[in-house]
């Protein structure tokens, strides 16, 4: 009786359709749109049903090396065609996609491959010399899959190796493994980019990374005939979810693997008729230098995004001059919740310092050092709400349990995110700094993101970073990191005048240190322990 219970119940799911996860985007997509370019990479033009095809052999080659429901799939590559295939296929086989910057090193690389404990690890061949060694000693992988021309003697050595050609001829094309996950399973870890420590493997589900996509896509308007550029490393999250984004809703995404060369880019941009322009700070900042911005037509362009930080005003009236036909939105998150907050860009000119609203399907509020809830315009740590709030740290339940905390609705949990914010009256946030960063001068609390963006709205200055150091009167004095503009002749005193007129004597820098650049992580943040 209990057995034809059982079979009664398969049989009634069976016939239902399944739970929605992140990879049936693409195979929605494939179905929709077959025909239809997905992807233009590096001179390479591929249909949604090629992308499709493609991972579909993939994912197979993968169960067949043993990948299981949950298992890890680590991604080691550039913004490459090999990658965004690798993205889907690991989805498809039941698995946890781990996308790493192919700048990583090897020493990090190996910490990553002995943390998250992956079966698979997928990269090229030009990046044998980073990655030979800590798979040589990974005792978790199955099977290594490597893209590219194969003759570098470093890869007879590891055990395990398969050429990329021959891992999509292996598998069927025609259609993916049996699905066995549902949506509560991780689909990714996202490793945080380690700006102010080291890196922690963020976990996320299908229905957090669903939730995101869906919410964002919403509020931008993306559409099916948006051609969308990536030029952010898909190992970010942000640049990962201008991909998922595209593929939801059948649009273009041209991939490239940086914005090293921004004419090129540019020329490109025009070219494919780019509508969606993602960007950071840092690419912004490129763009302000250069002289030839008037010789393109960037028409097409119908909306400009940023995050990391609001924009400087300079920034954003460049941005308007540049793309007048565009919406600009300045825009806040952390990897552990992907997207908290979005600047309409109606209220961009009144209220250029916010970093907006919640997104929709999110609540945010401000708490004190004791948990409770303060009013508008106090500064203290932002907590988040939402379907998009990380599963946790991989295997870091300490670390977890300082994130992650009980809400307040029973049995709940809510992301304390760890930065200092504000919401003004009419519920627009403010973001102050890190709660890590904040300096301790003179018995006041300086946010080193307050004097920054003093400092970034000089005329001449193009990056700029603050951190504090040891002082015998002050306890911590405020030094300046500052990067100039091309032909720019702002001395250290000047830029301090210029602080004075715009900042409490008690956040003026004691110390401003004109530098030729300021050191990164691997998705192009400024890393401030590289300057203490």
Known sequence: ?????????????????????????????????????????????????????????????????????????????????????????????????????????????????????????????????????????????????????????????????????????????????????????????????????????????????????????????????????????????????????????????????????????????????????????????????????????????????????????KHILMLKDLFPHSRIYSMYGLTECKRCTYLPPKDIDRKPSSVGIAIPNTEMWIVDDDGNSVGPDVVGQLVIRGATVMKGYWEKPEATAKKLRPGPLPGEQVLYTGDFCKIDEEGYLYFVGRMDDVIKSRGEKVAPKEVENALMNISGVKEAAVIGVPDEILGQAVKAFVVLEENSSLTEKQLQKECQSRLENFMVPKIVAIVSDLPKTDTGKIKKTGLA
């Open 1 to 313: 009786m209990l057995i034809k219970l059982q079979q009664e119940c398969t049989d009634m799911h069976s016939s239902r359709a399944p739970v929605p996860l992140l990879h049936d985007y693409l195979q929605q997509s494939a179905l929709a749109f077959a025909d239809k370019v997905a992807l233009v990479c590096m001179k390479q033009r591929l249909t949604y049903a090629e992308l499709d095809a493609q991972s579909n052999a993939l994912a197979n080659t993968l169960t067949e090396a043993g990948v299981q429901r949950g298992d890890r799939v680590v991604i080691f590559g550039d913004n490459t065609v090999e990658t965004v295939v690798s993205f889907w296929a690991t989805l498809k086989a039941n698995a946890v996609v781990s996308i790493v910057n192919p700048l990583t090193k090897s020493d990090k690389l190996r910490y990553l491959l002995e943390d998250c404990r992956p079966k698979v690890l997928i990269s090229d061949q030009h990046l044998a010399t980073v990655f030979a060694a800590p798979a040589r000693e990974c005792r978790h992988l199955r099977r290594i899959i490597v893209s590219g021309a194969f003759d570098d003697a470093r890869l007879l050595d590891i055990p395990h190796v398969q050429r990329w050609d021959h891992a999509l001829r292996a598998g069927d094309r025609l259609k993916p493994p049996k699905r066995q996950c549902i949506d509560i399973d991780l689909a990714a870890i996202i490793y945080t980019s380690g700006s102010t420590g080291d890196a922690k493997g963020v976990m996320l589900t299908h229905r957090n990374m669903l939730t995101a996509s869906t919410s964002i896509s919403s509020y931008l308007e993306v559409s099916q005939d948006e051609v969308i550029l990536g030029v952010l490393p898909l190992a970010f999250d942000y640049g990962l979810y201008q991909m998922i984004m595209a593929f939801h809703v059948g649009a273009r995404l041209v991939l490239e693997r940086s914005f090293a060369f921004p004419a090129l880019i540019l020329k490109l941009m025009v070219e494919e008729g780019v509508t969606g322009f993602p960007g950071v700070p840092t690419i912004f900042a490129i763009l302000a230098e250069l002289k030839s911005l008037k010789d393109f037509d960037f028409s097409k362009i119908r909306y400009v995004t940023n995050t990391a930080a609001n924009l400087p005003v």
